[in-house]
Structures are given as C-alpha cells and as structure tokens.
C-alpha cells in the first residue's frame, strides 16, 4: 500500500482538517462535533440542504458544502456511514430555521442513520424531509428504481437542492424539485481497478489485466457483469445503451452530463468517453446542455468513471446554472 | 496497460475533440490547426498570453485556455513538444493587436520550438516575449535557477500573465509581473508509481514497493534521491526543508500554496499533506493567504504529488484573486 498519509487511523481526521484549514473561507467544523463541516458563513432564513456518508470519496460529500450547496455535511469512517449523532449535528449546524433537507445516498447504514437522527432533531422542533438518491442504474432494476444506490449523480441533486433553497422555495418546494431531479438521474459506471482501504491495506477486490466490472458500486458491491477491456468508443456505447434501455430520451430533451472519475483514471481518457458519449446523444438529437468532466465522486484511488445523466426542465436548468461557492464546483 | 482509450495513437487527438465538445463555452480549435487551441470567446486589445507544451499532463496545459488566463495553447503529443507550425499558430490565434507573452515549461524542445516561432511571427508583425518557467527545485541547483524545468507553478504564471493582460497592462509590463511570479516560484515534488504512456504500453520507470523518488520530474526526468516510502508527516517536513533551504522566505511573509497530485493520488492524501504544511508554515509565521488542493499538472495516472509556494506582493495577490473563466481554475 503506497500512501501519502499518516497512521491510517488518522486518515479521516487529518483529511478533514486539510480540507478546512485549505479552505477557511469555505469550510468550518461544527462547534459540538469535528466530524461535522458546516459553511463558514451560515445562511439565513433558507432551508438547510444537509448530507454526509462515509470518507474516501472526496470531493463527495463533504467537498460540496458551500453557498448553493451544502449547508453542512457529516463525515463517516473511510467507506462508512456517519453516525446518528454525528447525523443529528449536522442537521442541527445546516439549520438556519426554515427546515432541513437531508439528501443522501441509498445505503443502509446511512439511510437508518438519518431517520433516526430526524426523529431526534424533530423533538428538538427541527423539521425535516430526506432525498435518497438512486441513480445508480446497475444496482437495482428499474421497477425497483427506489432500491438503486447513489453515486455520481448525488452532486447533481446537491447542486438543485442548494440553489432551490438559496432562491427562497420552501422546504416542500426544494424537497418536490430535489425528488425530481433523482427522478430525472442515471448513472452507470465502470470499475477498472480497485482502491485499497488505508486501515485494510489490501486491494478490495481484485480484477484481471484485461478484465473490467460495468456497474461495480463505489465501494467495490458487485456490477452488472465482468468483461474483458475493450476499446473506449465500444465501452460507452454500451454503457450508453444500458442508459437508453432504463430511461427514456427523446430528441429535443436537454440533459447535463457528468463524466465522473472514480479517482486514478486521468482527465484525457475521461474526454474520449465524453467525446463519444457527445457523439451518441448528438445522434439521438438529445442536446447536452452542460458537460461536468472529472473527478467528482470518486473511490480513493479506484481506477474507472462513470457516466451521468440528469434531464432537465427550465426549474432544473435554472437550478443547475445558479451560482454557488465551493472549490469541487465550477459555476 | 489499463486504460479507457481506443487506438493509442489518437488518444491526444480525441482528448482534445472531448474537451472542446465538452465545453464549447471555453475552447475552440482554431481554424489553421488541429493541435492548437483557443479561446471561444476571442479578447480584444489585450496582450496575448499562449503556451504549449506535450500532452498527458491535463489541466496543464490547453485546460488553462480561457478569460483571464490562456489565449490560446499548441497541444503536443504525450509527453513531448508541439512542432514549430503548431506554435507559431497558437501564437497567431493568441494574439489580440498588443503583443503575445509566452509561457512555458523550460524543456529543450518547448524552448527551441517557441523560439523558432516567434522569430516566425516577428517577420508577420507579432511583437513576442517569452517567460521559461523553471519552479522545480529538483531539477537544477539555486545558482543555475534558470535551468531548472517548469511542473506546478506553471499554472501560477498562466494566472498572474493572464490577469495582469486582462487588467490592460503591456506586454512589457505582463512580462514583468510574470516574470516577477517566476522568481517568486519554488516546487518539489514526489513520485510515487509510475504512469504508462498509451503508445509505449508499459511503465515509464519502476520503484519498489515501499520505495518514492524525491524531486521526479512530470516526465520521469530523475530526481534528487530514492528512499523508503515513510508517514506524510515526515516526507512533508523534509519537503518544505529542501524549499526553505532554496528560498528565503520570513515572518510576515505571504504566500499561496499549490498542493498538486500527479494524477492518481487522492484528495484525501493531498488534503493531509496540506495539513502539514499549513502547520509548519503558520509556525515560521508565514501567511498563506490561499490554498489550492487538486489534480493542476498531472502525469496521466503517476501517484505522488507536488508542493508549490508563491511567494506573493499586492500586485501578484491582486493577479492571483482576479477573476478567469475555466473549469480548472477556482476563483
């Protein structure tokens, strides 16, 4: 395991105390909890947009907290999901007395988490309601879309729900344009190599040479199915095509893409994926609105990307274009 | 070799074609030539800052192409210079009525084909000046400061030249403030795996397991000294040694920093590092006044990373804080 770190127990600590201190302006931890980032300059009188998950993904998730983004985040273990107290204090930092959104990925731990930390904040008279994001096509069929798991695309709905509640809509009104924005999401990935988890200190899972998994989950759960590498232009037709089978497109739709690294695939193979996917949606008379190409929700150093696809009407294309403070995301 | 491409020897071509369809907003190819890359929305009667050098390394260097940065850069194959025809039209397409500053990395090939190319345009009329960036500390003792390579801090001049054009200074008085940013400039770096070149299919040098080179160029040039891979603590503190034995720098100082991985090497590592150098400078009382933590000049998938100081004045920091327009750059 080659590492720039510390102990690795230490890991997530001192990343999160990087990430604050490079970015003070940006970044603050809560005062009652050091697993917790909050804005440094809190909002007022808006709905609170809260997430959190485990480490190892960053800029996911705690990255994404800043002005029409994340009013706070709650940090777990590497892999991990934050706990009901960490939980219940990020809700309790990310709200500015409109109520609270929670928006977070669909895992177990994460998900019991969060309700249980609702129930607690609501005794406190903190309302809230939760997103789960599901985009995650590979993981779960389409009549059990609700059952898929979140990946890439929960920056989309971070991006909607932030700039929702920075324009004023109360928290039914950023809850309803969030939910559509998960209802509009599709994600496909592709692993190509793993990650080593620094308190394990061992590949996660172990590929062949030539071998690559279409639709393996960002902790390494089980894809779709194994294939040999192949060229690029072949890999994205079919993962387009496993996009188009799920969800229905039809020309003159607008849509964003995200062509998202899962951490060691560079940036130049990420714009040959996103030249072809340009090419097959071109094709389609889809247009693309706005392109995202890097690294956004990443595994470590996993090798492989994944494509977004989120449509859009004019809320979420306004949505999307509002500005926002944040240094994982460019306006 | 792992990598999601189709032919090798169109992986430069497609990566560019992907990054303009990507944000056609930014980029656009010029007219006279495939390899060369300029801004969409041309300036007016402003200096033009151009740059150029191999591929492999995105953001650096045609990411940098846009308002308040790059005017325009020749795009050379992987790791290697662009041709004299492709400089000398980026150089055109760089120029905006009022001169064209040059900046680039200081390798043989980049030098003599800018040379070569601005003795061209001279003869159509372009008054040209030229800024050979040289912040890598390992490359070349403190004596001969001018034969050190160009790597991070590259991306630090493209800032301060491209501000300073877009504020209606001079050529000469961009070349100053550029040049002033260069001696202002120190980098060392770290290598920790190895990245593959598309067309050469295997490993451009070895380490061993536990094994790191000190002060490895962006290319695989070699570096001060090998030794055993030891906790980021330890490594940053014997970095920030080399850069304050070349640098003087005292209480009261300002700087920026740039914390850069070379491509597979995670945020959460970049983020410890920048941790430790935050502590060590904030005890020698220096002010660094912004933090940049991200993927600046990469080496495809290299692992490792570099440390970068600007030491800045009211007129770099004025520079540093303008606003640009790109996807890699965060105002």
Redesign the interface.
Known sequence: M??????PSD?VE??????V???PEIYSFANDNQRVIKRTSKAKNKVGIVSGGG??H??VFT?YVGKGLLDACAVGSVFASPSVDQIASAIRNGNNGSGVLCVLGNYGGDVMNFEMACEIVKSEGIETRMIIVSDDIASASNEEKLKRRGIAGLIFTFKIAGASSENGASLEEVYNLTLKANNNLRTIG?A??SCILPEVGKPTFELE??E?EIGMGIHGEPGIKREK?R???L?VDDLCKIIFEDFELSNSDKVSIM?NSL?????????????KV?EIFSKKNIEIVK?Y???YA?S??M?G?SISVLKLDDDLKKALFDHSEC?FW?N
């Not at 001192?14 to 990430?19: A, K, P, R, V």
């Open positions: 080659k590492k720039i770190i510390n102990n890991f001192e990343s999160i105390q990087g990430l201190i490079s970015h480490s190892g960053l800029p990255g592709v190509v190599s040479n030539d690559i590498l060229k690029a232009d890999l062509i951490g060691a695939t560079p940036l130049e193979e990420l714009y040959i994926v996103s030249k340009n392109s190409v890097g690294r990443t470590l150093e090798a990307m240094p460019i």
